[in-house]
């Protein structure tokens, strides 16, 4: 599992963020105290100093410094006793100075030992999902708002399938795909016409996956290919940002380009989605692609290279149907 920088980034700018102003809720709460007894500032001073002496006992003591820690415990224990009952005279609760830490785990560094601790890997999870609000419509899309009804349960004449039966199937894929999602998950070429649900269930699988702790990219294919062509033709900060926006999507752990086919075709485009799906399936990095086009449409754009790496690299999933967008109008 990898995790995109730009949004650890994020997420430690923020974990910093919530340290400071816990540090500086600690501050006015030690003023607060001293302020009612002037005495508790020397207390607490007393027990800083005892730190050193703790450490000045251990290194410098010739024989051995048990004896001399037992002691600096001991006052420590008393003052702190002293503390307490001082807080109280004051009206304060005993715990009043004591470090509060809004993570205990880690005290609120994000780390633990050499790991990420849980409470940056939530703020992470927590930029993960703002990242993809801005591409997606966050709100009806999840798997358990996907509705089957809207699918002709007639039976097919040439198949005797229906098309609901067909795609509670294809659901089900892309639930378990969601939910077990792993470097050992295949790439999915998912494809059918208008309106069948590829977006809606790609989208389901990009909020799952992303909240399990991958990183994820969702665009749309002419979105894709624009940050190709900024990265290599623009030579200001929108290149610059073009260039990161590349790297996050030759690197995520999934990768969902929408609509494939909709892009404006050209030498450049077709290039730069042949570097996509190569460096990726190099990587063992996951991708889904979506379109409206079947296998032998896309050969018509796309070359030879590019085709073979989709038809032997990507497992087929094919939406069918009629568009559900016009049911739902009518449900409405």
Known sequence: MSLDGKLLARAKDRLDRRRRENEEAQARRRETAYARDPDIRDIDRQLRNSALEAISAAISSGG?????????????????EERALKLAACGLPGDYLNDR??????RDTGY???????????????????????????????????DLDLYDDKPDPDTGISPRNYMETVFEYCLQYARRFSADSANL??????GLGKTFLSTCIAKVV???????????????F?????????????????????HRMENCDLLIVDDLGTEFSTAFVTSALYTLINNRLTSGRKTIFSSNLTMKELSSRYSAPIMSRL??????????????????????
């Not at 830490?101 to 880690?106: G, R």
């Not at 999870?125 to 419509?137: D, H, T």
């Not at 624009?226 to 590349?246: H, I, M, R």
């Open 64 to 80: 051995d410094p048990q004896q001399a820690l037992e002691e600096i415990r001991d006052r420590n224990l008393s003052l702190q």
């Open 101 to 106: 830490y809004i993570c205990p785990k880690c």
């Open 189 to 194: 070429f998912m494809w059918g016409g208008t």
């Open 210 to 224: 992303a909240e399990r702790g991958f990183s994820v990219v969702y665009d749309t294919a002419a979105s894709v």
């Open 311 to 332: 038809q032997g690299e990507y497992y087929v999933l094919r939406f069918y149907g009629s568009d559900i967008r016009l049911k739902k109008k009518g449900k409405r």
């Open 112 to 146: 633990n030992g050499t790991k990420l601790c849980s409470c940056l890997l939530e703020l992470y999870s927590q930029e993960q999902k703002k990242e993809l609000s801005g591409l997606l419509k966050l709100g009806e899309e999840t798997f358990d708002s996907f």
């Open 226 to 246: 624009s940050k190709y062509e900024e990265e290599k033709f623009s030579k200001n900060q929108e290149g610059a940002q073009a260039a990161s926006q590349v």
